[in-house]
């Protein structure tokens, strides 16, 4: 797993990150999401022995990065995936890596089929496009099998199917009981994979919850039609809801769950048209705690 703890890191006058604490746990997929420069890759360096703490610490499996005996099976990484040797293959690469941290090769093939890049193994990286080398990068953070994951806005450059490939890739390796850490500035990536977010902004943590929590805390009541409205709401504030009727002729009822009020139409007889929580999206959510920097970012 991964523990974060009071970390802060400074550059100069500049604080990335400023007295953070979160954890990731093993068989969860969680979305490391805050707007640009609030915080997110140095977090990661950090994690991944690339830059000191000012204070606090950031730890794998209990342990500082130097201090892991074999890094490659601990903790898996993609930070930047520009960062290869553009005239090197898709397999030299790979079987490098594994020659230099002890791993046997024949796990680069099986690597290269999983991502889908077994057709041009032998093609330099160099002429890889962005999605390509994302692909590259996810073989090299699993090829030494590691139960942690972590991974820097790894959606980027990758079209629609990749982007669904990325999101069932990540699920399944939460399932398979890893603890997986992936960042964005986007909330619509992150609510179809994550099960955790935290969420930060300024180098502080604005938020640490499930997507189901963050749902429910902005959720404004529940929006209900009928053909049978005036009987129904009748029904509801007998049962101590507040009823509101919208402009397009719907109810916005508060104090009842969905649970309860499909519960006392079906009592009385009254069929529902359309019952479901009414709340702010997901990504209303975030740039409402996030301000307008998470717009900006969004926008970028
Ligand atoms: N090596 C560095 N030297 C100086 N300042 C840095 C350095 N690395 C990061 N910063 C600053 O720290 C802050 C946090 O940056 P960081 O890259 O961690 O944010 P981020 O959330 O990952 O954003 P992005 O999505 O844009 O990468 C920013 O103000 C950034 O300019």
């Known amino acids: 797993m991964i523990e974060v703890r009071e970390l802060t890191k400074r550059y100069g006058p ?34 991944l022995g690339l830059a000191a703490p000012t204070s ?22 993609l930070l930047d995936a520009t960062a290869v040797h553009g005239g090197r293959t898709a397999y030299d690469h790979l079987r490098w890596l594994a020659r230099s941290n002890g791993i046997g090769v024949r796990r680069v093939a099986e690597l290269l089929e999983q991502v889908g890049l077994a057709g041009v193994a032998r093609k330099r990286v160099g002429g890889f496009s962005l999605g390509m080398k994302q692909r590259l990068g996810i073989a090299a953070a699993l090829l030494g099998d590691p139960g942690v994951l972590v991974l820097d806005e790894p959606v980027n450059g990758l079209d629609p199917d990749g982007v669904r490939w990325i999101r069932r890739l990540l699920r399944a390796l939460a399932g398979e009981g890893r603890a997986v850490l992936v960042s964005s500035h986007l909330m619509s990536e992150m609510e179809m994979t994550a099960d955790r977010l935290v969420i930060v902004d300024r180098g502080r943590l604005i938020a640490d919850t499930s997507v189901e929590e963050l749902a429910a805390r902005f959720q404004r009541g529940v929006l209900v039609r009928s053909p049978r409205q005036g009987e129904l709401v009748g029904a509801l504030t007998a049962a101590g809801a507040s009823v509101d009727t919208l402009p397009d002729g719907g109810l916005s009822v508060s104090g009842l769950d969905v649970a309860r009020i499909g519960e006392l139409a079906a009592a009385q007889g009254i069929p529902l048209h359309e019952v479901r929580p009414l709340g702010a999206s997901l990504e209303e959510a975030y740039l409402r705690l996030t301000g307008g920097d998470a717009a900006e970012g969004a926008r970028q």
């Open 14 to 47: 500049t604080t990335a990150v400023d007295g953070l604490s979160f954890q990731v746990f093993r068989g969860t997929v969680t979305g490391f999401l805050g707007p640009n420069g609030a915080g997110k890759s140095t977090t990661m360096r950090v994690l």
């Open 56 to 77: 606090g610490a950031a730890l794998v499996n209990g342990r500082r990065y130097a201090e892991l005996r074999r890094p490659l099976c601990e903790v898996g990484s």
